[in-house]
């Protein structure tokens, strides 16, 4: 943790056991990378794999994608924060309170940790968005959720390549 070479680069450690992910984990140098704990590892495992991993002085990013009512979206984003992981990050769609309200728990607690906001999940097209009665097209969603996560005045957005513009 708290490298002092900041790497933009970022190895996910998802579909793995734990004790796969920690024998990679101790295959790196945690400061030419940190590494990304997903749902399935955490899930597995719990806090106790972002534990290890900061044992071994990795930055970690816990990717579990936050999206609740705003009270709930919070909270978890609190305990990720109390955690130690470096980034955290919600759904967009959660909307705009429950993400700015995630931020302000997060400078209340003095946390430095990063939040940023999923838009469109990257396996979804436009015939998927429609099926959820977003009719406007994928572009126009991500672009307004992006929006939407500036206003919060998150750190950051997730969205697929070919929609970063």
Excluded: Y
């Excluded at 936050?66 to 470096?86: R, S, Y």
């Excluded at 990063?114 to 999940?121: E, G, K, N, P, S």
């Amino acid at each position: 943790m708290n490298n002092t070479i900041h790497s933009p680069v970022v190895v996910a450690l998802d579909n793995m056991t734990k004790n796969a992910s920690l024998a990679l984990a101790d295959q790196l140098d945690p400061a030419l990378c940190r590494l990304k704990v997903g749902k399935e590892l955490f899930t597995r495992c719990g806090p106790d794999i972002v534990k290890a991993l900061h044992q071994r002085d990795f930055d970690v990013f816990l990717d579990l994608k936050f999206h609740d009512i705003p009270n709930t979206t919070a909270q978890a984003v609190l305990a990720a924060a109390e955690l130690g992981v470096w980034m955290v990050n919600v759904h967009a769609s959660a909307g705009l309170e429950a993400m700015s309200l995630a931020k302000q728990r997060l400078s209340d607690g003095n946390f430095e940790t990063l939040l940023i906001a999923v838009t469109v999940l990257t396996s979804m097209d436009n015939q998927a968005l429609t099926q959820t009665g977003i009719t406007d097209g994928l572009d126009a969603q991500v672009s307004r959720l992006a929006q939407l996560t500036k206003q919060a005045g998150l750190d950051g957005v997730v969205c697929s390549a070919q929609e970063a513009k």
